[in-house]
């Protein structure tokens, strides 16, 4: 918990300040792996193969999320002197970048059932309809090239509010899962 705490204090605050030094994406990666991990290790006592192949879907979905909250920011990361990737390569690149994490998300969880690691009561189909939200909304920013910032800044927050309805329905089909477990 500390170290998250950490890693989510010097995003931006010297003396490191991440995002200054082109590594807030891999810090956004790393929360990506730290929060669901936490909840993993303290309900299964462990971080196993399960948990590192489910994640990658997980951190597909972080860089689709990255990808739409830098778009907006761009300028401003800019005259900041943030090294973000959007700030460096523009905001066609973040809509290629979240178009091409929506399709490997989704296809990670098309993939994910054929390792044989999770319980077959888990239908992985469901999660990968479900990612097709932020999918589909790449896939129209892909076609729109929205590179002006209010155009841009309406798409994203689309994206935003798509990642946060996927999130709610991930989490609500494994309590759903869960009860029925328990039943």
């Known amino acids: 918990m500390s170290f998250g705490n950490i890693l989510a204090w010097f995003y931006a605050a010297p003396p490191i300040k991440l ?21 993993y290790f303290a309900l299964m006592g462990t971080l196993d193969l399960p948990f590192f192949v489910f994640v990658i879907s997980m951190l597909f979905l972080q860089m689709l999320f990255t990808g739409s909250v830098e ?42 059932p054929f390792t044989n690691l999770f319980s077959q009561n888990i239908d992985f189909r469901i999660l990968a309809l479900i990612s097709l939200i932020s999918l589909s909304l790449g896939i129209i920013g892909l076609i729109k090239k929205p590179v002006d910032r209010e155009s841009a800044t309406k798409l994203t927050c689309i994206n935003v509010i798509a990642f946060f309805l996927m999130s709610i ?10 009860n029925e477990i328990l039943i």
Not at 25 to 34: D, Q
Not at 90 to 102: N, T, Y
Not at 169 to 178: E, G, M, S
Request: no cysteine.
């Open 19 to 39: 995002s200054y030094r082109g590594l807030g994406e891999f810090r956004n990666t790393a929360i990506a792996l730290l929060f669901p991990g936490m909840g």
């Open 71 to 112: 778009i907006p920011d761009m300028e401003g990361d800019r005259l900041g002197g943030k090294m973000a990737w959007i700030a460096s390569k523009g905001r066609e690149f973040g809509f290629k970048m979240i178009a091409i994490s929506g399709f490997l998300a989704t296809i990670s969880f098309f993939i994910i």
């Open 169 to 178: 329905l991930i989490n609500a089909y494994f309590t759903y899962l869960v």
